[in-house]
């Protein structure tokens, strides 16, 4: 009798039995792995300045990042964010506010809504809504074909200048490593939309209510500066997200002053705080995106 081979099913880096017994003990071993990976990203990111004086230290990241599974793990892990036990996915907040703007009456005479989903980790997020969006997912490592492998800061600049009706960027920010590209893909959101389109952000509340670097004052501001007047804002004390929609305006003129307090790391809180930061970086903006925003 021939011998059946098994495949060996790896074991998932949170136990089954947490998940199913105590859900909030599960939740937060996501996070904290999910925490340890964009740490050692971000650490990544800096050495790789410097490869050859760093080669050892930059092993030995990539080994604990294959450790934890790497990029498809964490994918893995941030899905979860997404499933009902979890209050669903951050689409039905966005989806929501995009109708008490009427844009889904739009499809009758303007056509569908243009979304560009990023950092999507599934292709259906928006299939019930699409008698009127028209949606296109992207990530940096895509889980399915329907969803393009695209890095968001290098898309073609003329190819998605003013294209799109509105942008999606939930829990995107957050894991970009380097705060200066954080603040090009907000400063690129602006470039890719139509004039009045609209940009959802979702951040893990920490971000923005315990950051040392960033207040929701702040945040505004900032905002404000790239061309984006806030609309819409949902966040709760102690919770564990924030949402925000923006539309597309006119840049808020600054004094040369205050302009530059976005292009460095200003302590605005002091206290135990984490460092989340978004840098507008002038001569990033520059060399990255030569195209001027209307």
């Known amino acids: 009798m021939p011998k059946v081979r098994t495949k060996k099913r790896k074991l998932p880096i949170v136990p089954e039995a947490a998940s199913k017994s105590d859900p909030s003990t599960a939740a937060q071993s996501c996070r904290n792995?999910?925490?340890k990976y964009h740490v050692l990203m971000k650490r990544r990111k800096?050495?790789?300045q410097a490869p050859l004086e760093h080669k050892h230290e930059l092993a030995e990241?990539?080994?604990q990042v294959s450790?934890?599974?790497g990029l498809e793990r964490y994918q893995q892990l941030s899905s979860l964010g997404q499933q009902e036990q979890r209050g669903g996915g951050s689409e039905k907040i966005f989806v929501n506010w995009l109708?008490?703007?009427?844009?889904h009456r739009r499809s009758g005479t303007t056509g569908k809504l243009r979304l560009l989903?990023?950092?999507a980790l599934k292709p259906d997020n928006y299939q019930p809504h699409s008698s009127w969006i028209e949606w296109t997912p992207i990530d940096l490592r895509s889980?399915?074909?329907s969803i393009a492998e695209q890095d968001f800061l290098l898309l073609d600049l003329k190819e998605n200048q003013s294209k799109w009706d509105a942008i999606s960027l939930s829990l995107v920010l957050n894991f970009v490593p380097v705060a200066a590209d954080r603040g090009l893909m907000l400063q690129l959101a602006y470039n890719f939309l139509l004039p009045d389109g609209l940009l959802f952000l979702a951040l893990p509340l920490p971000c923005v209510a315990n950051s040392r670097y960033l207040t929701f004052d702040h945040l505004k501001a900032l905002m404000e500066s790239i061309g984006f007047t806030e609309v819409r804002e949902r966040w709760r004390k102690n919770g564990k997200m924030g949402y925000w929609l923006y539309q597309k305006k006119h840049p808020t003129p600054l004094p040369s002053q205050a302009s530059q307090a976005f292009a460095k790391k200003t302590v605005l809180r002091t206290g135990n705080r984490n460092n989340f930061v978004i840098i507008l970086d002038p001569s990033t903006r520059t060399s990255?995106?030569?195209i001027n925003p209307p």
């Open 46 to 48: 800096q050495l790789e």
């Open 33 to 35: 792995t999910i925490r």
């Open 99 to 103: 109708k008490e703007l009427n844009l």
């Open 143 to 145: 889980r399915h074909p």
């Open 67 to 69: 450790e934890l599974g």
């Open 117 to 119: 989903e990023v950092g």
């Open 61 to 63: 990241i990539d080994r």
């Open 288 to 290: 990255r995106s030569s």
